[in-house]
């Protein structure tokens, strides 16, 4: 499996930054996690259109505003026959109202599936599976296993639901996990958001082999949510748009090394 990272700061993005989305290939599959604002940007089309499926983690605008643009894309690659098939868009049941909204842009432009903490979704050679966090909104945190390979995303979240996402990203290869937050901001520990150290003690509980933190406030410096969270878990990465992460890591990426 390839990772392609295509958004990591939210909900504000400055210089060169989208909203959240990470792009995953493996073989002929492509999986679209979140595509927030900005993400369809970094794509290739329409290749990357082909066999691709769209998880959106919550229907929170950060994470799922380019939707619409892919759905556009859709419907003109697949009626210029440059694409076999409409993409399809798997999404949580509520709220409803912009459940409606996704669907009414075109029923015809996509195929559209809702997904719940009991789904399994097959894709290839790739299973993925559902997390319910602990968030405003319905929000799933999602894992892509591809035999002993996995790749865990745990989208936004509060901190009261760490053991069940430790337990849900246990021995992943890589926990892409947001750190919205600096322990110097000053926020509750339970909040609807994660530290960069409390997304490392998710880490260390689950035993990952990589965390690859995101979802970074825009006036912050990038290495210091990294440094937060290293004095906790040490093999850390703070992700930048356009970066490439195969799975399973090298050698020189489980020490820390990208």
Known sequence: MKLKVLGTQSPVC?????CPGFFIQDGNNRILLDC??????LLTYPNDLQNLSVIISHLHRDH???VYNLQYGSYVFHNQKRIERPIDIYMPKTPVEKVEDVKREAESYANYHSIDENAIIKIGDMEISFCRTDHPLETYAIKIQNGDKSIVYTSDTSYSAKDRLANFAKDADLLICESSLLKEHGFPEINSHLT???????????NVKGLALTHFWFEENLQKYVNEAKEIFKNVVGLKEGQIIDIPLTKKEERGKY
């Open 14 to 18: 400055k210089d060169g930054h989208n």
């Open 196 to 206: 960069a150290e409390q997304a490392a003690k998710i880490a260390k509980q689950a």
């Open 64 to 66: 799922y505003n380019d």
């Open 36 to 41: 927030g604002s900005g993400t369809h940007s």
